[in-house]
């Protein structure tokens, strides 16, 4: 009688098991009907009990990336992958899925392997070519949106892209012309916009610049870098805390690495430290010539009283520009605290020397101008 009871009770156990097949279709017909938070939960379900299952951990990474649940989505797509390697599409989720969070440089291998298996595809390429362009690679975003544009039928995004690319390399020239075919095949577009509100900044027409840009960020669909540029435009104009509210709804919309470097740069100038810090460390994977958060970075640690944290990237920062007087301040600083006189007193000589060659140059100029006008 007792056996016959512990067999009936684990027949009954057996009997609630979920049937993950039913789990699926209901979750397929919530997801018909909106119900998307109904529906992931449904395929969380079928996943816990047929981990296996493809189409369940797929459909799993699809709900989850739309409500927003982006390390859950990339959870089921890697289950995916490991399943089915083969469908290159899980790729593309997995790129687009890192992009959304800010992983661009993650993005990229993901990226890579599925446009190894669909090179045309137009959306994976542009969607590389912006991990580049974050990444602070811009001569390779260059020729990846140069090549978009060549090989098809001039695409807003990548025209843009492209242009913008060449502006950070220096080549004004170039973008100027990728600019003109722009505005020729599409200049009633938000990107053309944004373009001319660029313009305006150059011009240190800041006050038109920003109404473009405020109308700009008015639209219903929100173009990508408006909000950063609203930020520029308003710290331009000594409106430090709207630029930061610009600076942040452009990261949290985007992940744009350019916007939590200016979020760093920003807090560090209102004495923030930690928040700097904790911002600039969103950032690091752009740091170089052009974004140098080794030098923000290295005076933050050094304010909050870490001089042999804040010396690598101070002395990293002084290499990328040998002209630099701030960055040999700051290590003059940390040697003296630390007790490194040698290297203090060669730091002091190039400062001096930095500083002789300043007052020539300034004399040479003010000649110049003397000389022109006699």
């Not at 001089?307 to 002209?323: F, T, W």
């Amino acid at each position: 009688m007792g056996a016959a009871a512990v067999l009936l009770t684990g027949v009954l156990l057996w009997t609630q098991v979920p049937d993950p097949r039913v789990l699926f279709e209901r979750a397929m017909q919530a997801q018909k009907q909106g119900r998307t938070a109904d529906a992931a939960k449904l395929l969380g379900e079928a996943a816990a009990v047929a981990p296996g299952n493809f189409a369940i951990q797929a459909n799993l990474g699809a709900l989850r990336a739309q409500l927003g649940d982006l390390d859950g989505a990339l959870a089921a797509y890697r289950r995916a992958i490991e399943i089915n390697p083969g469908v290159a599409r899980l790729h593309l989720n997995v790129g687009i899925a890192h992009v959304r969070r800010g992983g661009f440089a993650e993005a990229l291998g993901s990226l890579d392997a599925f446009l190894k298996a669909e090179p045309r595809d137009v959306q994976g390429r542009e969607l590389r070519a912006l991990c580049l362009f974050q990444l602070a690679r811009f001569k390779e975003s260059g020729e990846a949106y140069r090549a978009i544009v060549e090989e098809g039928d001039e695409p807003l995004a990548a025209l843009y892209g492209w242009g913008q690319s060449l502006l950070k390399t220096g080549d004004r020239a170039g973008a100027e012309r990728v600019f003109e075919r722009l505005f020729r095949r599409h200049g009633s577009s938000s990107e053309a916009a944004l373009l001319e509100a660029q313009m305006m900044m150059a011009e240190n027409r800041l006050e038109e610049a920003l109404a473009k840009l405020t109308e700009l960020a008015s639209r219903k669909q929100r173009l990508r870098g408006v909000d950063l540029w609203r930020g520029i435009a308003l710290e331009g104009l000594g409106r430090a805390p709207e630029a930061r509210e610009a600076y942040r709804a452009e990261f949290e919309a985007s992940r744009d690495l350019a916007a939590a470097y200016a979020l760093g740069v920003l807090a560090g100038k209102s004495g923030a430290e930690k928040e700097a810090l904790d911002w600039l460390d969103k950032a690091r994977s752009i740091d170089g010539p052009l974004y140098n958060i080794a030098y923000h970075r290295g005076r933050a640690l050094l304010r909050l009283g870490d001089a042999a944290g804040a010396l690598p990237l101070l002395e990293e920062s002084a290499r990328r520009d040998p002209s630099s007087v701030p960055d040999r301040y700051l290590l003059l600083q940390i040697y003296q605290k630390l007790g490194r006189g040698a290297d203090a007193q060669r730091v002091s000589g190039e400062i001096r020397r930095l500083r002789e060659d300043e007052l020539d140059r300034d004399r040479k100029k003010v000649t110049g101008t003397k000389n022109e006008r006699e």
